[in-house]
C-alpha cells in the first residue's frame, strides 16, 4: 500500500462585523446625526454620508441638507476593516425632509394712526400660514398679500405692535419669524376761537390740539402764522 500525504495550513482571519445605530434617521432640514459605531473586529473605519462628505472616525456625527423641495434619502454606509484587510459594510438610509423658511416684508400705506400695513408672504416651501397681528390670530393656505389695520390711541408715543408668521411645509417641518410694525402716535387738531364780534375784531385762536409739534395756522385772510 503505497501512501502519500500533503498538508497545507490554512489561516482563517479574524471576521469584521460592521454594526452602527443612527440617532435619528428621519428629519427635517438640517438634520443632525449622531452615528454610535457597534462594529466587532476591526481597526479601521471609512464613512461615507451620500452627500459628497466622508469620515473616518470611530463614531462620527454629521448634518445633511436638503434644499429641493422634494424629501431625499441619503444613504449613510460604514465600511469597517481590520488589519488583514478582511471588510464588512453597512448602510442605513436617513430620510431629510425639505427646508421650510418664513418670510415676509412689511409695507406701510400709511404709518400714522390708524396706520394701514400690507405684510407680502415671502415664504419658501410652505403650505400652512399662522399669522399674529399683535396677539391676534390668522390662518390662511396661501401667500396673497394681507392687509391691516393697526391703532394708536396715545398722543405722545409711538407703538410697536409684533407680528409673528408659523410657516408650516407639506412635511409637516415648520419655520418662523417675528417682526414690529411701528405706529406713529395720533394727532388731533383743535383750537377755539371768538366767532363774531364787530369790526375791526381783534381775535385770539387758543390752540388746543394734541399730539403735535409743529402749527400752521391759515386765517382765510390770505394771512398765516407757523
Do not use: M
Not at 93 to 115: K, R, S
Amino acid at each position: 500500500n503505497c501512501v502519500s500525504e500533503l498538508r497545507r495550513d490554512v489561516v482563517i482571519y479574524p471576521a469584521v462585523h460592521a454594526n452602527f445605530t443612527a440617532s435619528t434617521t428621519e428629519g427635517c432640514h438640517p438634520v443632525t446625526v449622531a452615528l454610535t459605531n457597534l462594529t466587532t473586529g476591526a481597526v479601521s473605519y471609512n464613512w461615507n454620508f451620500d452627500n459628497g462628505q466622508s469620515s473616518y472616525l470611530t463614531s462620527p456625527s454629521v448634518t445633511l441638507e436638503n434644499f429641493t423641495l422634494n424629501d431625499i434619502n441619503f444613504n449613510i454606509k460604514l465600511v469597517a476593516s481590520n488589519i488583514n484587510n478582511c471588510r464588512d459594510s453597512l448602510t442605513i438610509p436617513v430620510l431629510v425632509h425639505p427646508f421650510v423658511e418664513a418670510g415676509f416684508a412689511i409695507q406701510y400705506i400709511d404709518q400714522c394712526a390708524p396706520a394701514t400695513v400690507i405684510f407680502n408672504n415671502s415664504s419658501v416651501n410652505g403650505q400652512q400660514f399662522a399669522w399674529t397681528f399683535g396677539g391676534v390670530p390668522y390662518n390662511t393656505n396661501n401667500t396673497n398679500p394681507i392687509t391691516r389695520q393697526f391703532d394708536n390711541t396715545s398722543y405722545v408715543s409711538s407703538l410697536n405692535y409684533v407680528v409673528n408668521l408659523l410657516v408650516t411645509s407639506p412635511q409637516g417641518c415648520t419655520s418662523s419669524i417675528s417682526k414690529q410694525v411701528k405706529v406713529f402716535h395720533e394727532v388731533d387738531a383743535a383750537f377755539s376761537v371768538t366767532t363774531e364780534g364787530c369790526q375791526p375784531l381783534p381775535v385770539d385762536f387758543v390752540n388746543s390740539s394734541q399730539g403735535g409739534t409743529d402749527y400752521f395756522w391759515d386765517f382765510g385772510d390770505r394771512g398765516s402764522s407757523i
